[in-house]
């Protein structure tokens, strides 16, 4: 089991920055890859970027040159700095593991409780 706890939501106005964190406690040693998604009211949940086990890092076409992933998920910590923030990033921000668990020898997702992120125009 992984849980994942995230922080660092909030209000902002266009143009303003955030930066969010997700640490994770459990069996960090099974997790593969962190990343964020997020969910703006009525739409489905959708990738905003991926940070891997070997430091690759990838980015939905909307937030990319906007947005910055870090962190090491081999130690179970992911960043998200966002700047030059839109209305449009407004949504509830998840932090995802993607893991591998041995025993089962299957993958397994798991998500945090979501922080909320609001820009306002």
């Known amino acids: 089991q992984v849980q994942l706890v995230e922080s660092g939501g909030g209000l902002v106005k266009a143009g303003g920055s955030l930066r969010l964190s997700c640490v994770a406690s459990?069996?960090?040693?099974?997790?593969?890859?962190m990343g964020w998604y997020r969910q703006a009211p009525g739409k489905q949940r959708e990738l905003v970027a991926v940070?891997?086990?070997?430091?690759?890092?990838s980015f939905a076409p909307s937030v990319r040159g906007r947005f910055t992933i870090s962190g090491d998920s081999t130690k179970g910590t992911v960043y998200l700095q966002m700047n030059n923030l839109k209305p449009d990033d407004t949504g509830i921000y998840y932090c995802?593991?993607?893991?591998?668990?041995?025993?089962?020898?299957?993958?397994?997702?798991?998500w945090g409780q979501g922080t909320q992120v609001t820009v306002s125009s």
């Open positions: 459990g069996d960090i040693s099974s997790i593969n890859a």
């Open positions: 940070l891997s086990h070997d430091r690759k890092t």
């Open positions: 995802n593991a993607d893991c591998y668990i041995v025993a089962a020898m299957k993958d397994v997702v798991y």
